[in-house]
């Protein structure tokens, strides 16, 4: 694709981002068609030649942030469906609202944000080239038809999923997930899927909402041939017996991983259990499914200070943040002790800490464990958060 751009001059390239950048009253400064703007008229009729080339910057890449965008570009593909083919890059969010209307009560604000996400849905689902996906601020009645839309997408290789609640009186958390993935048929009740054939070329994703495990662990099995980078952010806790399997399956071509877990104090309280062995303890201690980790951060629930005993030879970045007083990982004679002891080969080239200073004690508790990495070659970084 880079030849068809590589056809028009450096004059018509400006003029093209000057107009999907631009300031315009007339059109909202987002210009999705060529000839979405009589500016472009003009650069359109020097030749013919510059028209496709031209259709395909400008459609390349396309973002999407409120309803009038959303129907300016569905109303232009639908006269002419061959432009969303050129579609690889796309942004679709209800980030930037019109005003609100006046008098409009807040069920009709609230049906408002659904029209408006299903034309978001619409949008995804004629966009057949997409590769880059990323999404917010979904109507939560709307979010599995979403997903479903981006599921058909085989071409997608970055998804990113960060929902936004808007004024509205529903949890996303609730309504969103409330029903098992159901991709290939339906499965008798207690009888879990094979696993989830789920973006086959998947090569990174960015995941900041609830998802049941068993998905989730589906999820990473289904992509653990292509899966590069992942990101992964929940709110609640989650079973170590049901992750190791998923994450397991899912390190075999991984080389950045967020995983990072902040569970209410409740949840906390409740069900965690300072005696169960952290989930990536656990992992590390299984055969190498891991061998192109480079870069993990982690929450201190789901890892101690054991771990670095038997870290994978190819991670050289850990980053570890405690979010409660749950922490395993914190510092003690222990942890001085597995940092000097000679027998452990260490690989890291970086170890990060965020925690709350008083957990760790005098200042003089930080110093020594910055000398202790130094003496392995590892640069021992401490942010400190606020209590």
Not at 136 to 149: G, K, N, Y
Not at 319 to 334: H, K, V
Request: proline content about 6%; aromatic content about 10%.
């Amino acid at each position: 694709m880079a030849g068809a751009v590589a056809q028009l001059p450096n004059e018509v390239l400006t003029q093209i981002f000057q107009l999907a950048t631009g300031d315009d009253r007339i059109h909202g400064g987002k210009i999705y068609a060529w000839s979405s703007n009589e500016r472009a008229y003009p650069l359109a009729l020097v030749c013919k030649a510059w028209y496709p080339p031209a259709q395909f910057v400008l459609f390349a890449s396309v973002s999407i942030f409120n309803s009038r965008d959303a129907t300016l570009f569905l109303r232009t593909v639908a006269d002419r469906p061959r432009l969303a083919l050129h579609t690889r890059k796309l942004v679709v969010t209800l980030d930037e609202e019109e005003e609100e209307i006046e008098d409009e009560q807040p069920h009709e604000l609230e049906q408002r944000h659904v029209v408006e996400s299903e034309q978001l849905t619409r949008i995804v689902e004629v966009c057949d080239s997409l590769e880059r996906l990323q999404s917010r601020t979904i109507h939560p009645r709307v979010a599995w038809p979403f997903l479903e839309a981006i599921i058909a997408k085989t071409r997608i290789l970055t998804f990113i999923g960060g929902p936004r609640p808007i004024n509205y009186n529903h949890s996303w958390h609730q309504q969103t997930f409330n029903k098992p993935l159901e991709l290939e048929s339906p499965y008798a009740a207690g009888t879990r899927p094979a696993p989830l054939l789920l973006f086959p070329k998947l090569e990174e994703a960015r995941l900041a909402c609830e998802i049941p495990s068993d998905t989730l662990c589906g999820f990473m099995q289904a992509t653990a041939a292509t899966m590069t980078s992942f990101d992964l952010y929940q709110e609640r806790l989650l079973s170590v017996d049901e992750f190791l399997a998923g994450l397991s399956h899912g390190l075999k071509t991984m080389r950045r991983l967020k995983f990072r877990v902040n569970p209410s104090i409740t949840d906390l309280e409740t069900k965690f259990s300072s005696d169960t062995i952290p989930l990536f303890d656990q992992l590390f201690a299984l055969e190498p499914t891991y061998e192109q980790l480079e870069s993990l951060s982690v929450a201190a629930t789901d890892i101690s200070c054991e771990a670095l005993r038997i870290l994978p030879p190819c991670l050289r970045h850990l980053e570890i943040s405690s979010f409660s007083d749950f922490s395993l990982f914190t510092f003690s004679d222990r942890l001085l002790e597995v940092m000097r002891d000679s027998s452990i080969r260490f690989h890291l080239e970086t170890l990060t800490v965020r925690d709350v200073l008083d957990c760790w004690g005098a200042e003089g508790n930080i110093k020594k464990m910055t000398e202790a990495c130094k003496a392995r070659g590892i640069v021992f970084t401490f942010l400190p958060e606020e209590d």
